[in-house]
């Protein structure tokens, strides 16, 4: 069983810059993939990045590649997103995911096992 926190999350302008962390219960962490995804109402989740369980591999969905930056600390059980140039069009509700072990570096939301409770990120023109 994992239990993962976001935090970090708020109002910003655009251009401004926000990191949000999630952290996990337990001592799997390190063996899965860890994703984050965003969620606007209405809409479903889509893919942001992903980090390999040992942070030797990233994917970042096209939109947010160059300012978004995705790493992880085994040590303290937490993977980071660093987000830069913060756009209107990033306002959701940001989720991290641990991948099931078989999966890979996945962009399938039906491919994580565990998620969290999400954290709202809203970014003001």
Not at 25 to 39: E, N
Not at 92 to 107: I, K, M, S
């Amino acid at each position: 069983q994992m239990t993962l926190k976001e935090s970090g999350g708020g109002l910003v302008q655009a251009g401004d810059s926000l990191t949000l962390s999630c952290a996990a219960s337990g001592r799997s962490f390190r063996f899965h993939a860890m994703g984050w995804f965003r969620q606007v109402s209405g809409k479903e989740r889509e893919f942001v990045s992903i980090i390999s369980f040992n942070g030797d591999s990233t994917i970042y969905e096209d939109s947010v590649k160059g300012r978004f930056t995705i790493n992880r600390d085994n040590a303290k059980n937490t993977v980071y997103l660093q987000m830069n140039s913060l756009k209107p069009e990033d306002t959701a509700v940001y989720y991290c995911g641990a991948a099931a072990p078989h999966a890979g570096l996945t962009r399938y939301s039906k491919d994580y096992d565990y998620w969290g409770q999400g954290t709202q990120v809203t970014v003001s023109s």
